[in-house]
């Protein structure tokens, strides 16, 4: 079945993409592991203040450069994002709304990260179409031979219009499969940080007591966490 140049391309377009797949659903579980961390450390009771905010960036950016592997990665830098907008802005829904739109533009990125993968996808089976007609078109030259009664030039140029199909339907419906794992458990990751900052920065961001208001409130909610 696979002794011909499609199917044998077919195969080969097969193991890329699944090469391809496998190291994207590595790079989306190594995501996934960083929502066990606690990247912000805001104890019980306590709140985050637009003055504090700007301190607890630079806590963040400092364990980010011990550990080098959590550089360039979507959570730590979703938490970074909204904690500069609330130094910023003073603003809980500004926060929230650069949480946002940091992981729909990363949502994007993933997605755009699939479409040489959605390309493969779409080329096997279209490669088995080419196999398909090349392998009947040769088989039809030979009608003369096969109507003196000599087939096996017929039969072996059918029967590489038939695998070419066969083997890329085969590999392709697979390989769709496992797409749709990949950019399903994305869309799941993302949500994820989403929720992730909202449970541990957004609901505990809290604007200044107004003018005139106890100053105890401040000293209480304005205490940065930190990393140790």
Known sequence: MIKDREPQIEIIFFLWGSIFLGYRMYVVHR??????????????????????????????????????AWENRIL????????????????VSEASSAVKDRAERTADELDSSLS??????????????VGTARGIGDALTFADTAVKGNISAVTSW??????????????CIPLMYVVHVVQSTQEATILDIQAYCCDHVIDAMKLPAPAGDSGHDR??????????
């Open 219 to 228: 000293e209480r909610w304005g205490r940065p966490g930190g990393f140790e």
């Open 158 to 171: 059918l029967g590489l219009a038939f695998n070419s199909t066969l083997v890329g339907l085969l590999l």
């Open 116 to 129: 040489l993968v959605r390309f493969i996808v779409w080329a096997i089976p279209a490669i088995g179409f």
């Open 31 to 68: 995501e996934q592991r960083l929502l066990e961390f606690d990247f912000v450390r805001v104890a019980p009771g306590e709140k985050i203040l637009p003055s504090g905010a700007l301190e607890r960036v630079a806590d963040l950016r400092a364990a980010l450069a011990q550990r080098p």
């Open 76 to 91: 730590p830098g979703c938490i970074l994002v909204a904690l500069q907008r609330f130094h910023a802005t003073g603003s």
